[in-house]
């Protein structure tokens, strides 16, 4: 879009008179450009200011009858003056919305729609529920009576099927998105390099993530007791591992690498790497960070540990949102998982009966 404005005219003259022999008109053209920028409110849109002039310097006879005197007239034409409005180059506008905005707060440029969306979401449920089931339905054929396994059996089958569900969930949800194009390389990135680099080092936010979620998660018990929000826990599915933990080594490492490992594997890239990337096309990423973490401790089917599951759900939000490295998320998780199971593994080797510890009794 461009404003001209019609060419104005001026005249100046000199008082200089100069006594010469006759000689024939000369004349000095000269044409001046005269640029201006101003920054307008968006910072990729500049008004660009263009101002052409032309001086004519002539010689004319200031009288017929005095041919020898000449009066050196300078005549300036100021021929237009455009403003334009016009886009700042790519890469300044990037670098421009680079230090305006933080990168916790920027969305995911998502290449799928809100049919792919819900697709997607369907067949990784029922893909989780139906490979249950034929496991289940395995062992059963199999003659294994799950009853009467030791904590070593059992701790190895959970292992080995767990792995299984990870394995065909994440197939799954990868084939339906990831044949997308393009599709950006900040979703589904787990990336080892720069581990902590003060933007976006995944180690180090990852730290800072489980400093924040273990203050995070002590304010919201508190504040249960506070309110004496204490609801029955029985359900909870560290009541079906707690058999497992602290009996062996090999049972305790293999819950470590259920909970420990594949849990947040699968979680976070479902739930933050998918879920709430996916949100972003449609809301705010602070609003998505919040609904995914909703969704996330509904998942659980724990309903008295809600509060919980939603606070470290926003923090392992707000965690991938900075880094945009699911290494983060799957990091903090992973070290909350491990920890409680450690820790339970130490109370129950020193006499504790944890099951009534974790029933609130």
């Given amino acids: 879009m461009a404003v ?9 003259s000199a008082s ?17 450009f005269v640029k201006s920028q101003l920054r307008l409110f968006s910072p990729a849109l500049k008004l660009r200011a263009t101002t052409t002039s032309t001086r004519i310097s002539q010689l004319r006879h200031f009288s017929p009858l005095i041919p020898a005197l000449k009066l ?39 290449p799928w729609n809100w049919q792919r969306v819900s697709l997607t979401s369907l067949a990784c449920v029922l893909s989780l529920h139906s490979t249950v089931l034929i496991g289940v339905v395995a062992v059963a054929y199999s003659g294994i009576n ?15 099927g767990y792995g299984i569900v990870t394995a065909v969930v994440l197939a799954v949800l990868f084939s339906l998105t990831k044949s997308f194009s393009p599709i950006t390389e900040d979703i589904y990135q787990y990336d080892l390099r720069e581990p902590f680099d003060i933007k976006k080092g995944w180690l180090l936010w990852a730290g800072i993530g489980y400093v924040g979620a273990v203050a995070a998660l002590v304010l919201t018990v508190a504040a249960m007791s506070f309110f004496n929000f204490n609801p029955r826990r ?15 080594t090999f049972s305790t490492a293999c819950v470590v690498g259920m909970i420990g490992v594949l849990t947040p594997v699968l979680e976070e890239t479902v739930f933050r790497g998918f879920l709430m990337v996916s949100l972003t096309k449609w809301l705010p990423t ?34 991938y949102a900075q880094t945009r490295n699911l290494l983060t998320p799957i990091t903090i998780h992973a070290f909350w998982n491990t920890g409680i199971v450690l820790l339970l593994t130490f109370l129950q080797l020193k006499g504790y009966d944890i099951k009534k510890m974790l029933q609130g009794r």
């Fill in 4 to 12: 001209t404005f019609n060419p104005a005219f001026s005249r100046s």
């Fill in 16 to 32: 200089t008179l100069s006594l010469s022999p006759p000689r024939r008109l000369s004349s000095l053209i000269k044409t001046d």
């Fill in 72 to 110: 050196p007239v300078t005549i300036t034409r100021t021929n237009s003056t455009t403003f334009c409005f016009t886009n700042s180059t790519p890469d300044e506008s990037v670098e421009k919305d680079d230090e305006l905005n933080w990168q916790v707060l920027k969305r995911w440029n998502v």
């Fill in 146 to 160: 799950i009853h009467e396994l030791s904590p070593d059996g059992m701790a190895g089958i959970g292992f080995v």
């Fill in 234 to 248: 029985g359900s909870d599915s560290l009541m079906i591992l707690l058999p497992m933990i602290g009996s062996s």
């Fill in 286 to 319: 602070p609003l998505s960070v919040l609904l995914s973490a909703a969704v996330f401790a509904l998942a659980h089917f724990t309903p008295g540990r809600f509060p919980q599951l939603f606070v470290g759900g926003i923090v392992f939000g707000f965690s």
